[in-house]
Every structure is written in structure tokens, then in C-alpha cells.
């Protein structure tokens, strides 16, 4: 288990749902990460969050909304999704300060049908 | 555009056997070098590298970086079948210190160790 706790660990969802994605941490990292892991391909950045604010959008389409409403949570909203969206979405988190590394959580694997 | 790329993408061993993992790296502004080891879920942080020539060790895992020639190396020694997985690397660069950091990861190897 990691200290940075997702959920839920799996999720179906149809293309024209609403769900959210939850990533929790209680380590004092105030630096929050969403990535996007295709199967058999490394992560790839999606956003990132400083300080409870967005610091980088890696040109994510619109039906991805992140949120950070503290320091210890981050979600996720998802909202008419593709099939193509279908992944492994990991959450990270670190300290805010030079030579940190960043910790995982163990992800939610989303499926859109 | 920073690149990141590591070999083999693929390796087979028997346990026991020692491996030697690499990574390259072109990133403008270079900070640390991470390696991960990827099973079924979390990337597990293994080693942050930010000065040339240091190993850092962990039991039977080790690294070192060379800031000269661009690259890393993950060594595993007496392999065990749970050493296998993906290990990741990835580059960090300077100029994101307010605002988290931002890693490029290599495509990962994936190891197998067979009994």
C-alpha cells in the first residue's frame, strides 16, 4: 500500500456519465500531480497542482477538470469521456522543494464503454 | 523537448544473475534523475540521482549518474523473481521549483527474472 490512497480502484463509465476520481495524501506535500498511463507506455503528465493552485495544464481536453480543494485532496471530474480515455489514472504528490521525489498512488483504472 | 530513453525495453534472466539497466537523457536545464520499479500499480520510488559518480544503494539495488556523458545505470544484483516489473526513468529540470516538478519518463524495461 502507498501513502497516497486513490479511489475508486476501478471504474466502468458510460461516455456520457459524470464521475470523479479522488486522490488522498496526509504526508504535508503541498505538490499534487493527475497522470495518464496507457497500457505499456510510461505516465504521462496531465496536471499539476502548487500550493492548492493549477501551476501546469498539460493541454488537457476540457472534459478533464481537476480541483485541489485542500492540501491533502485532489479529484479529478470526468465528463463525456471516449473510449479512448480509457487508462490507468495515477496520483502523485511531493514536497514543494528542489530534489523531491514524487510518490504514486496505485491508481484507478478507468474504462469507458 | 526533453527525451528520455531507456534499454533494453525487454530482458529475460534467471535468478541469481546480475542486470544492468540504462537510461539516457537530453534535458535543457537538468536537476535529478529518478528510477522507478512499475508491477501492477504505484510507480515505487527507487533512487533520486543529482550528482555525477555518487552510487546510491539500496540492498541489492544500485545507481549511479554521469552528468558528462547524459546517461544512468540501474544495476540489480542476485536477481529474485519479485525484482520483476518495469523499472522507469525519469529526468527532472530546473525551473519548476514553485510550482512541483515536472519528470519525463523514459518507455521503461521490463524485466523478467524466471526461477
Known amino acids: 500500500d502507498t501513502e497516497v490512497t486513490q479511489t475508486p480502484k476501478h471504474l466502468v463509465m458510460g461516455m456520457t456519465n459524470k464521475k470523479s476520481l479522488k486522490c488522498e495524501q496526509h504526508?504535508?506535500?503541498?505538490?499534487m500531480y493527475w497522470y495518464k498511463q496507457k497500457a505499456k507506455k510510461p505516465p504521462e503528465l496531465m496536471f499539476v497542482?502548487?500550493?492548492?493552485?493549477?501551476?501546469i495544464n498539460e493541454s488537457v481536453p476540457s472534459r478533464f477538470s481537476p480541483e485541489c480543494p485542500n492540501s491533502s485532496l485532489l479529484n479529478l471530474h470526468l465528463h463525456a469521456l471516449q473510449p479512448e480515455d480509457s487508462a490507468l489514472y495515477l496520483c502523485?504528490?511531493?514536497?514543494?522543494?528542489?530534489?523531491?521525489?514524487?510518490?504514486f498512488g496505485d491508481g484507478t483504472r478507468l474504462s469507458i464503454l | 523537448e526533453d527525451k528520455v530513453v531507456q534499454s533494453p525495453l525487454s530482458l529475460v534472466v534467471h535468478e541469481g544473475d546480475t542486470v544492468t539497466l540504462n537510461c539516457s537523457y537530453e534535458?535543457?536545464?537538468?536537476?535529478?534523475l529518478l528510477w522507478y520499479k512499475q508491477e501492477k500499480k504505484a510507480p515505487t520510488f527507487l533512487f533520486m540521482l543529482?550528482?555525477?559518480?555518487i552510487e546510491k544503494k539500496s540492498g541489492r539495488l544500485s545507481s549511479i549518474l554521469d552528468k558528462k556523458e547524459l546517461f544512468s545505470i540501474l544495476n540489480i544484483t542476485a536477481t529474485q523473481t519479485g525484482d520483476s516489473a518495469v523499472y522507469l526513468c525519469?529526468?527532472?529540470?530546473?525551473?519548476?521549483?514553485?510550482?512541483?516538478?515536472?519528470?519525463?519518463f523514459g518507455e521503461g524495461t521490463q524485466l523478467t527474472v524466471n526461477p
Open positions: 502523485a504528490s511531493s514536497r514543494n522543494r528542489v530534489n523531491q521525489p514524487q510518490h
Open positions: 504526508m504535508g506535500h503541498r505538490a
Open positions: 497542482y502548487s500550493y492548492e493552485k493549477l501551476s
Open positions: 534535458v535543457t536545464n537538468f536537476r535529478s
Open positions: 543529482t550528482s555525477s559518480g
Open positions: 525519469a529526468v527532472e529540470a530546473v525551473g519548476w521549483e514553485t510550482s512541483g516538478s515536472r519528470l519525463t
